[in-house]
């Protein structure tokens, strides 16, 4: 045995010692952080709305605009969350895991029997309510995965979430392979897959997710970009199953070997946990004394005692919230404290920087959510076969993934190496986009292809961006909310640009074309549009608020110059090593209540 070998004891004492070990790993900060990974990798049901939007659309016979409205209730569900943020502010993580799954299971549950046609049709404002708590689940699961896990490794938020949201991203992928493992080619089913999928995720994993009374340490950063290199492999392989599916036609056993490498590389990161914990509990065992067959650690005298310290560090967080006084007094709004320092809810909400940063993200997040939401739609009125559908929702996925790390990595060195603020990488973000919306309003030749990637590259790069500034300039005391507070901007953007644009712009080209063609047109038949002018004027005007909202971030940009050259992540750094509660240890053997018990992060 490992352990005996390297500390010279007996099988009695190694078998506590793999206990002991065990529990940590269990129970330690890095475990918790890759099953964060695993509830996001199944979590991006909205992002597949391209996959099963033409069953929406042929079983209920809707028009695009009726369509579109549908998808903006997707958008909104997705991201009205301030519900969820006040919920976690007094709650433990896993009341939002546990609200998460129950919403997602009902609302595409109900979306499978409409679409099976297992219950009556129902009214368009049903569907809308039933994709909108459907998709409302994803909240609750961002939030309480997202903020537990930047409240954990605070001074590497900008990577954490780049990751998190990175594997959110490669959902859509991941869903796409597993449905087709497990279905086939049935569409209707994919909504079944969305819908007990995730939930059964959430609640094996849910008890894991919690907060650690933790530090920076100065290998976090080393260990994220371990599981960074691996997320990278896995994209790479999801990339390259795309295309040679794509060019060739898969049997169900070809995707099922398919599947079992993905799932392989999904668990291949609990090799770092592993190793990080190992590195943990190996420092602490060189602290501790050995004598006569006991195992005693100094500071912590007896398992009663311990087990009142975990207590306490465990419920301290929600005590704490519990006997705030009134967290968004209204004669504060008007006087925030500086950047960077704890903000009130409404204080944070009513700054100027926060309704900038609101604008900017309106212009970006909505006019790359106009591309996503039709992508269906867009393909097959510029005349792409209909197989080419899953693909380019894949590659959107893929580089929706890619944007998300890439902004999660490169932003976080470029502010610390250089103090470049980073809102200044928003302005980048909205200048790349407009190279993408051109290719689809002038119908480029495959220019379909190429916007896929870069509008999913910088639909995903939004995320990692908008939610670091907001705990930067607003800190993490009411994180939970604000984080919720930003991603607000997503369905209003989707709502201006994909309903009240695009799909009225689309609607009336498709009845002027049936008009023209001598064709009669019938209440509630599906309206179909064909060639370059379906969706031309729609991206041209995409790509004008894209120039609008890079002029804006501007403003930002000069307005946090100044505090971007400061340490942002100054306090939480410190020189001491990171410790772990461990309990004492009387003769091994005598009773189960002297073996080791837990271990938690201090």
């Given amino acids: 045995m490992v352990f005996s070998t390297a500390y010279g004891r007996g099988d009695g004492i190694t078998w506590v010692i793999m206990k002991g070990f065990s529990l940590q790993v269990l129970t330690g900060r890095w475990f918790m952080m890759f099953s964060s990974f695993m509830i996001m990798s199944v979590s991006g049901a909205s992002y597949m709305f391209g996959l099963y939007s033409r069953e929406i659309k042929s079983v209920l016979g809707y028009d ?31 009341v939002s895991l546990l609200i998460g799954g129950v919403l997602n299971f009902f609302g595409y549950f109900m979306i499978w029997l409409t679409v099976t046609r297992k219950i009556p049709q129902p009214q368009v404002w049903n569907m809308c309510l039933y994709i909108f708590l459907g998709c409302n689940s994803h909240c609750s699961t961002n939030t309480g995965v997202n903020v537990t896990s930047v409240k954990n490794f605070p001074g590497i938020r900008g990577i954490v979430i780049g990751l998190l949201t990175g594997y959110l991203a490669l959902s859509a992928a991941i869903i796409t392979q597993l449905y087709h493992a497990f279905y086939g080619n049935d569409s209707k089913s994919l909504i079944l897959l969305m819908a007990w999928l995730p939930t059964a995720t959430a609640f094996v994993l849910l008890p894991v997710i919690r907060n650690h009374r933790s530090i920076q340490h100065p290998n976090d ?39 079992t490498v993905i799932l392989l590389l999904l668990i291949l990161p609990l090799a770092v946990v592993i190793v990080e914990e190992h590195r943990i509990w190996k420092n602490r065992l060189e602290n501790i004394n050995w004598e006569d067959g ?46 960077g320092d704890d903000h009130t809810i409404l204080q944070a909400i009513f700054s100027i920087d926060m309704m900038i940063l609101l604008l900017v993200s309106i212009c970006s997040l909505g006019s790359n959510l106009t591309m996503l939401n039709n992508v269906s739609q867009i393909g ?23 944007g998300n790390i890439v902004q999660g990595v490169v932003s976080e060195y470029i502010i610390t ?85 695009a799909g009225y712009l689309y609607d009336k080209e498709a009845k002027r074309q049936m008009e023209a063609l001598g064709q009669k047109i019938i209440q509630g038949e599906e309206l179909k549009c064909n060639g370059d ?33 400061s340490d942002l992540y100054k306090k939480f750094k410190t020189g001491i090593d990171e410790t772990e509660t461990v309990v004492c240890y009387n003769r091994v053997g005598s009773s189960a209540a002297n073996e080791i018990c837990e271990t938690n992060t201090i």
């Fill in 64 to 94: 695009q605009s009726t369509l579109n409205l549908i998808s903006f209730f997707k958008d909104l569900g997705s991201h009205i969350g301030i519900h969820v943020g006040l919920i976690n502010e007094v709650t433990p993580p896993w």
């Fill in 221 to 259: 950063t080393k260990a994220f970009y371990r599981f960074l290199y691996l997320t990278l492999v896995l994209a790479g392989f999801l990339m390259i199953i795309i295309i040679v599916q794509n060019c060739f036609s898969f049997s169900q056993s070809e995707y099922n070997v398919t599947t």
């Fill in 417 to 501: 190496k250089f103090k470049v603020p980073r809102p200044f990488l928003l302005t980048s973000l909205l200048l790349i986009s407009c190279v993408g919306h051109p290719l689809i309003a002038f119908n480029v030749p495959k220019g379909l292809y190429i916007a896929s990637i870069v509008i999913g590259f910088c639909f995903g790069a939004n995320w990692p961006l908008i939610y670091s500034i907001i705990s930067e300039l607003f800190g993490l005391k009411h994180y939970s909310t604000l984080y919720s507070v930003g991603a607000i901007a997503s369905p209003i953007g989707s709502y201006l640009l994909n309903v009240r644009v």
């Fill in 380 to 402: 097959t009125s510029l005349g792409y076969p209909a197989h080419t559908i899953i693909t380019f929702v894949s590659l959107i996925a893929i580089w929706n993934c890619l």
């Fill in 533 to 565: 002018e379906c969706y031309k004027l729609t991206f041209i005007i995409t790509t004008a608020v894209c120039l609008f909202g890079a002029l804006l971030s501007l403003i930002l940009v000069f307005r946090t110059a100044q505090f971007y050259r």
């Fill in 294 to 339: 006991q195992m005693l650690l100094a500071n912590y005298p007896n398992l009663e005692t311990e087990n009142s310290y975990r207590e306490t560090c465990s419920l301290a967080p929600y005590i704490e919230q519990t006997v705030q006084e009134n967290i968004s007094r209204w004669e504060n709004i008007l006087s925030p404290p500086k950047r």
